[in-house]
Structure formats: structure tokens, C-alpha cells
């Protein structure tokens, strides 16, 4: 990457958001089928929605602000995902496995969470005003969810793993 200007550097980023997002649709079913407690199941199956919008929500941003996508992988997603994917393999179906999926969820959230932040901070320098309306909207998104995933592992996942 090469990012000369601040501008270049939003596209960059909203480039590797755009791949991140687009990898997660494929991630997430993956994460509901893995799955046992049900709340968890919806919860990824919710925020796959969600996450469709959020594309969504990067392509009315692109195309208002007449901006092209660089063809980039996010590696940082990648690498989440896997680590995700690797978890469903070697964790026996059940509710450790469902602390886990919850912790890995929360890792990409957290990602999403700081790529959003910085996203919408360089938008507010290049004073795309629509932009930082619709990353924000995004960004609260991500917080909502890993909020609620807090509250599915300290109310009910985590204590079925502890058999309590």
C-alpha cells in the first residue's frame, strides 16, 4: 500500500473494511452452525444481517462520495477467522466451545470497533461529512454486538460451561 495522502489513506482503509466485512458473511453462518446455545446461534445469525447492511452502508458511501475500492484482503480479518475456524475444529461441540466462539467474535468486533474509529476520524479530516454519518451508524452497530455478546457469555454461555 501506498498512501501518499490522508485521502489515499481513507480509501486504503475503507478498502480493507469493505474486504473484513465481506469476509465475515462467509465467517458467520460458520459461527451459527458451530454453535449450541441457541441465543448465541440467532446472535451470529442477527449480526450477519447486520453486517450485510453495514456492505451495504460502504457502498452508498463509496458511490456518494464518488470513491473506488482498491482490491485489497484484509489480513488482519483473515487471520480472525481462522483463528475461529480453528477453534470449531479442535474444541469439541458444547458450551466451551460456544465461550469460545463468543471470544472470538469479540476479538473481531474489537477489531471492527478500532477500524470504524479511525475510519470515521479520517473522514472528519477530509470533511466527508455523509461518510462519518454512515461509518458511525456502522460503528455503533459493533458496539451494540459486542455488547450483547458480553452479556450472552456472562449470563448464560459461560455458566453453562462451568456446568452451573
Not at 8 to 13: I, Q, R, Y
Not at 81 to 107: F, M, N, S, T, Y
Request: aromatic share 4%; proline share 1%.
Amino acid at each position: 500500500m501506498t498512501a501518499r495522502t490522508v485521502d489515499d489513506l481513507f480509501v486504503h482503509s475503507l478498502s480493507d473494511i469493505y474486504s473484513a466485512e465481506k469476509q465475515l458473511t462467509k465467517a458467520l453462518p460458520r459461527l451459527a452452525r458451530a454453535a449450541t446455545n441457541e441465543e448465541l446461534s440467532a446472535a451470529f445469525m442477527t449480526h450477519l444481517e447486520e453486517t450485510q447492511g453495514q456492505i451495504e452502508r460502504i457502498d452508498e458511501l463509496v458511490e456518494g462520495a464518488g470513491i473506488r475500492l482498491k482490491r485489497v484482503k484484509c489480513v488482519a480479518m483473515e487471520g480472525l477467522v481462522e483463528e475461529g475456524r480453528e477453534q470449531i475444529e479442535e474444541i469439541e461441540k458444547g458450551p466451551v466451545l460456544d465461550v469460545a466462539l463468543i471470544a472470538a467474535a469479540q476479538k473481531v468486533e474489537h477489531y471492527e470497533i478500532a477500524a470504524y474509529g479511525s475510519l470515521i476520524a479520517l473522514a472528519k479530516q477530509l470533511g466527508q461529512n455523509d461518510a462519518v454519518r454512515l461509518l458511525a451508524e456502522t460503528l455503533k452497530e459493533e458496539k451494540a454486538t459486542d455488547e450483547k455478546l458480553s452479556l450472552l457469555a456472562e449470563q448464560k454461555v459461560a455458566a453453562e460451561a462451568l456446568g452451573k
